[in-house]
């Protein structure tokens, strides 16, 4: 069984619709990547399955064991949270929350948890380091350490290389791409297309309807043509994955 199932799930506030007609899952391993343009509900897709918002239509299956509370989630950074006053090792402990229960305090194996993480991302040996004075890169590698200290099973990335310049980017896909391979299933909504050629299946999102698929069927559809004609405009390039 899926992980996530969604059928004609239509997502929105207060019961007005700003996407419908949602069919897609994702699978243990997959890599599912959401594309689509300004305003056509990405985000608001992304709180309805993270439970903070209720479908307005349609339905959400969780599977094989998962609930929204098992989404590893890696937010749209604002510049406040860039300013973040904590140490790396705070902030990757802080993912370990949920694990604590009604326990105000953070045990050992939490911290162990915390350090495995860090130590998986390189990011151990500036453990002490304050968050607010890393590089954007190195910032989006704490804040997956963070959401993997929540769960191993599926990660929520919302928009994560935007602001990192081409390497710090490139390096991200590569990370992504090697805990997918180690069996970590991944949904990375992103406004830039080198993120397509990492993933399996893509959700095209717009205001006149939506796509899932393949890579390759994507790519074989009228949504490539549109996008990817814009995005040659915009300047830009392929992935390394
Ligand atoms: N809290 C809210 N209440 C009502 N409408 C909202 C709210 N948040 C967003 N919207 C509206 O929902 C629509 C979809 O917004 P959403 O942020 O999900 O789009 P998106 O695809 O993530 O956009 P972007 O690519 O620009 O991040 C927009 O028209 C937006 O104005």
């Avoid at 929350?97 to 194996?109: N, V």
């Avoid at 162990?112 to 004075?133: F, N, T, V």
């Avoid at 043509?225 to 915009?234: H, P, Q, T």
């Amino acid at each position: 069984m899926s992980y996530i199932t969604c059928k004609d799930l239509a997502v929105g506030y207060d019961g007005r619709a700003v996407a419908s007609g949602l069919n897609f899952s994702i699978d243990k391993g997959d890599y599912l990547c959401i594309v689509g343009e300004n305003g056509a509900g990405k985000s608001t897709l992304v709180k309805t399955l993270l439970g903070l918002l209720k479908p307005v239509s349609g339905e959400i299956k969780f599977g094989d064991g998962l609930t929204s509370r098992d989404i590893g989630y890696l937010p749209q950074q604002t510049p406040v949270q860039k300013d973040f006053p904590a140490t790396v090792w705070e902030v990757a402990l802080s993912g370990t929350l949920p694990k604590c229960g009604a326990r105000p305090f953070y045990g050992r194996k939490e911290k162990q948890l915390a350090q495995s993480q860090l130590e998986r991302l390189g990011m151990w040996d500036i453990r002490r380091k304050c968050y607010r004075h890393l590089s954007g890169g190195q910032q989006q590698r704490v804040l997956l350490a963070r959401a993997l200290c929540a769960t191993e099973n599926l990660l929520l990335l919302d928009e994560p290389v935007t602001g990192l310049d081409p390497v710090a980017t490139a390096q991200f896909y590569q990370m992504i791409q090697q805990l997918n391979e180690n069996g970590v299933a991944v949904i990375m909504i992103s406004h830039d297309l080198r993120a397509i050629d990492c993933a399996r299946h893509v959700l095209h999102m717009n205001h006149g309807g939506s796509f899932w698929g393949s890579r390759e069927e994507y790519k074989n559809s009228r949504y490539w043509n549109i996008i990817s004609v814009e995005y040659e405009k915009g300047g830009g390039q392929s992935a390394a994955c």
